[in-house]
């Protein structure tokens, strides 16, 4: 390739279709034209002319019988990050992801000087996953970034950042990090393969690889666990988890994912066992109550009222005494309610948040229940159900349409058909394994040594051995 | 797709306690009276010795099925005869269970409604947990195992404060007679340990610990028991008009009141109970009639299971007394050949087939080394 710096210039302005934001600059340098060419929006001004353009002026060394691109190398841009091109395609690329290119007119070669700029919001707490005590500090959407404060917890030589690039057309630069003993090679491999397999335009964020590493495609179940926290990345790296983050995404997804994961939380690490087994038998209990208490209420309501204490039967008929739908239709309809305004407040601006929590919750509710279109066991039924799906809120979407099943089912075969449910539904989470591990794991199957992390918490000094549930290592299996 | 040691401890269980708390109990007690308890608890006991006999004859047979094992000791006809036999048990087991779930149901919770409705998916439930396997029930049968024990444990120590401990005196009033006639006739409701034989070359027995598998018979024997010591000191001689032992204890003992009782809840915990067990043993329905059969997918049995599971829904309750008597006869041979005859047989032809082995081993042995020594001394003759 011969660099000729007027024309290689118009010719990455052609290959770029003269977008607006291509900038170019020219210098003499010891009488050879030097271009400059970057995209603007996305190159540190100040670096630019600093590391760049000023040294390239100020040059004043001998330079008698030497190539003008090795100098660039060696001397002017010896602070710099660079790198040097022998074709135009590659450059041109690079410097689509920030770098500057440096035309040397009659040069063989074309240098890249990485003086990107970041642009990228502070480091804060990610609003899903807040803590009371514990690291507070979150991903953004900058891939160095988020590598950078991963490092800053690693400082061990066995970790593990391999770099890829997806997208045909964004070209996003995906990273996948590991700790190299701990990690099971197996499932490292397996992971790579398959996200050197994906052919796709464009990855805009985290969530357009799940599709590609979970086995069971059509599943309701999340087969992939995602986080905004470094250090819980690192604790389940120290598992021997493996993390792939996304450059523009500020959720990491971590491979292999097991449904205890969701009953867990950061926090529970940084707070007292007693009270974390407390808390996980609760998430437990919230579980089941957000999946299967509308079900079962239908179910008592229309088929077993007899299995009620007299009292209780006695206040839920007066409560129900002329409304004018069936049980199924009742409840169907505030949970539609509920779900509406659950879409709703996501959505809205944050100042409406309030006004729309006084119509919905106030105005909506009480409205209804007033006029004798529902009952209040009806609206306290769905409220506990709605309000305990967020006690697990990674799973909250599938705990929603589980509801909806079970609401189903408790109305067409009662509590029968909600017992068969729930073995359904554990026969099938019981075939999900996700790369080498049970799905269901350390409760089935039943793994004595993980039952200290697992629905309780034993102390840390307890916990030795890195968890058998996960695929990991065997032979480096110890945690001191 | 191999299940561990403590899965296998824990079907075991399930197994164990599977049938006995439907019509058993009461009709023990036509025959034992107030002794009934002795006789289930020694032919529990003689099914939890014949675990150990099975497994013992499934680590010999190391990765082989039970088709193949069978045939390498007793050959391919005697094998097809025994299939037959324990299709036989298993077809037996899953009507069992099925008709019993069936009444439950119907009687206790949904009294206007027709099984028909609630039959279906009970069958797609059954198909795909057969479908997905035995590592599947095990891993099923180890999330529900403990919620079970709790609900029955519960049923029990509710109704203890109602029993009378005199209805158990005098003892063996009768003689024991009447508890061998008893145990002979109502053999078909124990030889739990018969599914066993289908999971030949499906565990893995590197986590054998012998004690896991003695405390889950131990605990499956004693759970049993406790039931069977609240129903026999509750109903005494009524006994026998109680079908369903364990809603019957629910139902009319005097701590519960027959409505209004959340303990129904607990209860209905059995239908957990029952569905496990059916998929346990339509699974090894399935398993026997592929190896019979010689079927090569998965599908074609699984289908024939599920159609007779439904056809069960079409035998009334008054076949169902016939099909007991049935049971009385017919079937405790079928069990007695298939858990108690079959693996001692199974034993002591592997015992000498081995040992036939052995000798021929030993005697190709001897011949070769002659043959060697032979050859070196004709060596040593040529170089001479």
């Keep these: 390739m011969k660099v000729d710096a007027v024309k290689t210039l118009n010719e990455i302005k052609r290959k770029l279709h003269d977008s607006g934001d291509v900038k170019s600059r020219t210098v003499q340098f010891f009488g050879t034209q030097i271009s400059l060419c970057y995209i603007a929006p996305i190159t540190d001004n100040e670096l630019l002319n600093n590391t760049l353009i000023y040294p390239l002026i100020n040059f004043s060394d001998e330079i008698k019988g030497k190539d003008i691109v090795d100098i660039l190398y060696d001397k002017v841009l010896a602070n710099q990050e660079v790198t040097i091109f022998t074709d135009l395609q590659s450059a041109v690329d690079k410097m689509l992801a920030g770098n500057t290119l440096i035309l040397v007119d009659c040069a063989e070669k074309i240098l890249g000087c990485d003086i990107e700029k970041i642009t990228v919001r502070a480091v804060a707490e990610p609003p899903t996953s807040v803590v009371i005590k514990g690291p507070r500090e979150g991903f953004t959407e900058s891939l160095k970034y988020n590598l950078a404060l991963i490092r800053k917890r690693v400082k061990s030589d066995d970790f593990v950042v391999k770099m890829l690039e ?48 979970q086995r069971n495609k059509n599943s309701l179940f999340k087969q992939v666990g995602d986080t905004e926290k470094p250090d819980i990345l690192v604790g389940k790296m120290l598992e021997g988890r493996i993390g792939i983050i996304v450059d523009g995404s500020p959720i990491v997804l971590t491979l292999p994912f097991i449904l205890l994961e969701d009953l867990q939380n950061s926090d529970d690490y940084y707070t007292q066992p007693i009270r974390v087994t407390f808390v996980r038998a609760l998430r437990l209990v919230g579980v089941i109550l ?8 239908i179910a008592l309501e229309l088929y077993h009222y007899k299995i009620l204490p007299t009292e209780f039967l006695i206040t839920i008929m007066n409560s129900t005494q002329g409304i004018p ?23 809205m601006p944050q100042y409406f948040g309030m006004a729309m929590s006084i119509v919905g919750a106030l105005i909506l509710g009480e409205t209804a229940v007033n006029a004798g279109l529902v009952s209040p066991p009806a609206v306290m039924i769905v409220a506990l159900s709605g309000i305990t799906f967020y006690i697990i809120p990674g799973q909250a979407s599938q705990f929603s349409i589980l509801r909806l099943l ?35 794991a350390p409760t089935a199957p039943y793994i004595e040594e993980d039952q200290k992390d697992s629905y309780m918490r034993k102390t840390i000094d307890e916990m030795k051995k890195r968890p058998r549930s996960i695929s990991n290592n065997k032979e480096n299996n110890n945690r001191r | 797709m191999k299940i561990n040691y403590r899965q296998l401890s824990i079907i075991t269980f399930m197994s164990f306690i599977a049938l006995k708390f439907l019509a058993l109990p009461s ?106 396997g035995v590592r599947n029930i095990a891993r099923v049968s180890e999330m529900v195992c403990w919620a079970i024990v709790i609900g029955l444990i519960y049923i029990a120590l509710k109704a203890l404060s109602g029993i009378d401990l005199l209805s158990f005196l005098p003892f063996f009033k009768d003689g024991v007679q009447p508890l061998f006639n008893s145990a002979y006739i109502h053999l078909s409701w124990f030889g739990s340990a018969t599914f066993l034989f289908m999971l030949f070359g499906f565990v893995d027995f590197r986590s054998e610990k012998k004690s896991k598998m003695i405390k889950y018979v131990i605990f499956a024997i004693l759970i049993v028991q406790l039931l069977y010591f609240v129903f026999y000191g509750l109903f005494e001689i009524t006994s026998p008009t109680h079908n369903y032992c364990i809603s019957d204890i629910s139902q009319f003992s005097s701590t519960y009141s027959a409505i209004n009782e959340l303990s129904w809840l607990v209860v209905s915990m059995w239908i957990v109970a029952q569905a496990v067990q059916l998929a346990l043993y339509s699974y090894c329905l399935a398993q026997a009639l592929k190896f019979l059969f010689d079927i090569k997918g998965n599908i074609l049995p699984i289908i024939i299971v599920i159609l007779y599971l439904f056809m069960w829904s079409f035998i009334g309750e008054n076949t169902v007394r016939m099909e007991r008597i049935f049971f009385s006869s017919f079937a405790s041979i079928v069990t007695l050949i298939a858990q108690y005859i079959l693996p001692i047989i199974l034993e002591i032809v592997y015992a000498i087939k081995n040992k036939t082995k052995r000798n021929k081993y030993k005697i190709e042995r001897v011949k070769d080394e002659r043959k060697e020594k032979n050859r070196d001394k004709k060596e040593i003759e040529v170089n001479i």
């Excluded at chain 1, 957000?290 to 209420?297: D, Q, R």
């Excluded at chain 1, 409840?331 to 996501?346: G, K, P, S, T």
């Excluded at chain 2, 094998?79 to 009507?95: D, E, M, N, R, S």
């Excluded at chain 2, 028909?116 to 797609?124: A, R, S």
Aim: proline share 1%; charged share 15%.
């Design chain 2, 27 to 132: 009709l023990l007690y036509l025959e034992s009276k107030n002794m009934s308890m002795f006789v289930s608890l020694a032919l529990m006991i003689i099914d939890g010795l014949y675990v150990f006999v099975i497994l013992d004859l499934m680590k010999k047979s190391g990765e082989k099925n039970i088709y193949e094992f069978m045939k390498n000791c007793l050959g391919t006809m005697l094998t097809k005869i025994i299939l037959i036999l324990l299709i036989l048990k298993y077809a037996l087991v899953v009507g069992n269970i099925s008709k019993g779930l069936e009444f439950f149901v119907v009687e206790n919770l949904y009294s206007e409604y027709s099984w028909f409705v609630f039959v279906l998916p009970l069958m797609i439930l059954i198909g795909f947990m057969v479908y997905k």
């Design chain 1, 406 to 440: 079970g609401v189903v089912i408790g109305a067409t075969l009662g509590i029968y058909g909600i017992l068969l449910f729930c073995v359904f539904i554990l026969s099938y989470l019981s075939n999900f394994d996700s790369y080498k591990s049970a799905y269901l």
């Design chain 1, 325 to 347: 739908f069936s049980p199924f239709i009742e409840i169907l309809f505030v949970i539609l309610l509920f779900e509406i305004l659950y879409e709703a407040n996501i959505r």
């Design chain 1, 166 to 213: 997806l997208g045909k057309m964004t070209k996003t630069q995906i990273a996948v990090v590991y700790y190299d003993s701990i990690a099971d090679k197996e499932v490292v491999k397996d992971v790579l393969k398959r996200l050197n397999s994906i052919k796709i335009d464009g990855v805009i964020d985290s969530h357009y690889l799940v599709s590609y590493l």
């Design chain 1, 290 to 297: 957000a999946v299967l208490l509308p079900g079962v209420y």
